[in-house]
């Protein structure tokens, strides 16, 4: 994949071997947690949300290896109660993938995305006006899939960045402003203050128009984002 690939495709697969090996466990299980969050409206049961929410806290090491498996025992019980294949069986299907223990991260991360966008097609297919008549449709599933794939791809943007243009990233930016505002950002999930994030780092003198450009784009921005990931000092 080449650079303008990497900036044009909507398809995550490609993009996640291109940061194959190149990035940290803690960013491509972020990006997982990321594609599940987006389903929230599809996990009825309380132990897939739960779970999620114990996976995102595990890839910045605030859990316990313990705990996060007894988060993915749980989200795995609710998943085995699941009668046939359905929008809610396939959100709670990437859930699991999320939270579970994993010696290839990547993959991981790729069969999560893939679950995620499954699951939007499904629900796109049940939502189909002609759901009467044709409860799977085929051109409202593949709709609903490839506009999430192109959602998960932007997210791909968020968290890696530019896997060929590397920001040299100066620690003279990381001002007390600028990693209270990262922070809070961070810890909140609400990024709409990264236009003023990006103020505050032209205060200090960060030149990158990588940087300052992403800031002030128009996202989404979740937690994992290159350049709050950089403030505040996270791999």
């Known amino acids: 994949m080449t650079e303008a690939e990497w900036l044009a495709t909507t398809d995550p697969e490609p993009m996640l071997e291109v940061v194959r ?38 890839a910045d090491g605030s859990v316990s290896e313990e705990s996060r498996g007894v ?62 008549t044709d409860p799977y449709s085929e051109a409202a599933w593949h709709n609903g899939h490839q506009s ?3 959602v998960q791809s932007n997210l791909l943007h968020d968290i890696f960045g530019n ?9 003279l930016w990381r001002t007390a402003t600028a990693v209270t505002l990262a922070a809070q950002m961070y810890d909140s999930r609400d990024f709409s203050a990264m236009p003023i994030l990006a103020d505050a780092l032209q205060d ?25 990931g950089l403030v505040l000092g996270k791999e």
Do not use: I
């Not at 988060?71 to 795995?76: D, F, T």
């Not at 960060?206 to 996202?219: N, Q």
């Open 148 to 150: 999430e794939l192109k």
């Open 204 to 228: 200090a003198g960060c030149d990158s128009a990588d940087v300052l450009d992403h800031c002030r784009g128009p996202g989404p921005h979740v937690r994992g984002c290159w350049v709050v």
């Open 21 to 58: 090996g190149k990035v940290s466990d803690r960013k491509l299980r972020l990006l997982a947690v990321a594609c599940v969050r987006r389903l929230w409206h599809l996990l009825s049961d309380e132990r897939s949300r739960e779970a999620a929410q114990v996976a995102e806290l595990y």
């Open 163 to 171: 896997p060929f243009r590397p920001v040299a990233f100066s620690s």
């Open 71 to 132: 988060a993915c025992q749980s989200a795995a019980n609710r998943e085995a109660t699941a009668s046939g294949v359905t929008a809610n069986s396939v959100a709670a299907q990437a859930v699991v993938k999320a939270v579970s223990r994993s010696h290839n991260t990547a993959r991981m991360a790729r069969a999560a995305t893939s679950d995620a966008a499954y699951a939007v097609g499904y629900a796109a297919s049940a939502a189909n006006t002609d759901f009467v």
